[in-house]
């Protein structure tokens, strides 16, 4: 599985859209992007993945560059409650459960 | 629909003995991950279970291993536990049809060596 690349921390104002970069340039073909969020004390939850399109959900949006070589989370209206560590992922399409969590980036909502 | 269920949420062990953890997957998901989460290290896979086979495996000792049932449910024991062990432990579910999303994490058991 490929290797994530994210910044340590972020910060954004509630209200407004939180912006979360993952590189993850050796990703390939059959490899989809992954996103977790982990509050404290918690367990990860489930965000969003892809392969190569954009998606969307109830919870954000997924960017993925065209060279799949770097991806954006978007949580278009954060509140306090998004404040968490965000983890991009890159797995394979093969049945397996083996998830490869790097550090993550802290998101901080601040009022 | 009922989550991942896990138990015990906390426990507290001495160095040397062992311990049995148990996760309760969601209904209908056959696979069934366990994580280990530190400080130090973060959240590393430990294994992975499905249809009562052992699918994949982290890299840890021996003394960690697990099993599931019939009913999809998974225990992991550890054995001659060290103070290194302690931590939240983690299970996940998923079924594995296709389009289905990522893992369901349980909210984990926190074990200290003491």
């Known amino acids: 599985d490929a290797k994530t690349t994210q910044p340590p921390s972020m910060d954004c104002a509630e209200g407004r859209a939180a912006n979360l970069p993952c590189n993850h340039s050796t990703i390939s073909g059959n490899e989809y992007v992954y996103w977790y969020r982990q509050i404290h004390s918690q367990g990860p939850q489930y965000i969003i993945h892809?392969?190569?399109n954009n998606e969307t959900n109830e919870m954000a949006s997924l960017i993925i560059t065209e060279d799949r070589k770097s991806s954006t989370l978007i949580l278009p209206h954060a509140t306090l409650r998004d404040t968490a560590v965000y983890y991009c992922?890159?797995?394979?399409?093969?049945?397996?459960?083996?998830?490869?969590f790097g550090q993550g980036t802290t998101l901080q909502v601040k009022p | 629909k009922a989550g991942v269920t896990q138990t015990p949420r906390y426990l507290i062990k001495t160095r040397g003995q062992q311990v049995t953890l148990s996760c309760s997957p969601i209904?209908?998901?056959?696979?069934v991950s366990w994580y280990q989460q530190t400080p130090g290290q973060g959240l590393q896979f430990l294994f992975e279970?499905?249809?009562?086979?052992?699918?994949n495996k982290g890299n840890f000792p021996g003394r960690f291993s697990g099993r599931q049932f019939s009913n999809s449910r998974s225990e992991m024991n550890v054995s001659t536990l060290e103070l290194g062990d302690s931590a939240l432990y983690l299970c996940?579910?998923?079924?594995?049809?296709?389009?289905?999303?990522?893992?369901?994490f349980g909210s984990g058991t926190r074990l200290t060596v003491v």
């Open positions: 209904s209908g998901h056959r696979s």
């Open positions: 996940a579910s998923r079924s594995e049809m296709t389009g289905s999303p990522g893992y369901t």
């Open positions: 992922i890159v797995r394979g399409s093969s049945n397996t459960g083996k998830l490869i």
């Open positions: 892809g392969l190569k």
């Open positions: 279970y499905f249809s009562e086979t052992q699918r």
